[in-house]
């Protein structure tokens, strides 16, 4: 009896195997290949917008020429380096002290209750609205566009550095109390893993934030620029430039994030995804 019975549960289990391996083909296409198809898509839904002469939209051709033209001259090197230099440098001014002020108010409560109100104030009011002021107290250089950059990376980034803190299993800290771990050794080695997760998400919004941001700075006050450019290419009806600007904006954001995106990965393998 014993070996008719391990005879009839071997075949089920033989079985099994090849549906498991079927099951794993099935799960999905690579994501590269679903992009590379919505990218085709959006394309010839614009080709077929531009020839039916929606809004005299430009064609991908027409902007495709235009874009190596202002290649060819220069001028689209000189006006992506500029925003790039500002949005560099807010962002990282902005993510730099966010992260501090955001640990300090999740861990220590005084803190909190000191800075909170400030931080909840000013991300009622966008950054946008503060660019007048920004530049009457500034100037028209290059201070105020860096500011409200810095404004708007850092109100979005300290939230998210925050609620970080706050959001950690209260069980992990107090197991570490239990086994002897001091205050400093909790915040290193509990507090900063479990909340960054939450402090990338953050900076993946906050550079989102500082790229509307400069655009708009440069459309009130800049001589270079994307944003620049496309104004000044608005003043004579030159779809063709506003749209490489456009794209310009949007390629580079998209490669910024997917590098926020694979840092997380990175330094967030442990946590479970889907």
């Known amino acids: ?39 085709v898509a959006g394309v010839a839904v614009w080709a077929v917008l531009a020839a039916l002469n929606v809004e005299s939209l430009p064609g991908p051709v027409a902007v495709a020429r235009q874009a190596g033209d202002l290649i060819a ?31 300090l108010m999740g861990w220590y409560p005084t803190a909190r209750g000191l800075l909170e109100p400030y931080i909840q104030f000013f991300r009622t009011i966008p950054p946008l609205a503060l660019i007048p002021l920004a530049i009457v107290l500034m100037g028209i250089g290059e201070t105020p566009k860096v500011f409200v950059i810095f404004l708007a990376a850092f109100l979005s980034c300290v939230v998210a550095a925050f609620q970080g803190v706050v ?23 509990v507090v900063i893993p479990a909340s960054t997760p939450f402090i990338l998400v953050g900076m993946r919004i906050g550079l989102g934030a500082a790229w509307a941001t400069v655009v708009a ?31 310009t904006i949007g390629v580079l954001g998209l490669v910024m994030d997917r590098l926020l995106l694979l840092a997380e990965r990175r330094l967030t393998g442990w946590q479970e995804r889907r």
């Open 73 to 103: 001259d220069g001028t689209l090197a000189d006006d992506l380096f500029a925003s790039l230099r500002r949005v560099f440098t807010g962002f990282a001014l902005g993510t730099a002290l966010a992260i501090p002020v955001g640990f």
């Open 167 to 189: 959001d950690v299993d209260r069980t992990l800290i107090n197991a570490a109390r239990v086994l002897g771990a001091s205050d400093r050794v909790i915040f290193l080695k």
């Open 217 to 247: 700075a440069e459309l009130i006050a800049a001589q270079e620029g994307l944003g620049f450019r496309m104004q000044h290419a608005q003043t004579y009806y030159d779809l063709d430039t506003i749209f490489v600007g456009l794209i």
């Open 1 to 39: 009896m014993a070996v008719t019975t391990t005879s009839r549960k071997t075949p089920r289990k033989q079985a099994a195997q090849p549906r498991t391996r079927r099951t794993e083909r099935r799960r999905g296409v690579h994501p590269l290949v679903l992009n590379f198809i919505a990218l």
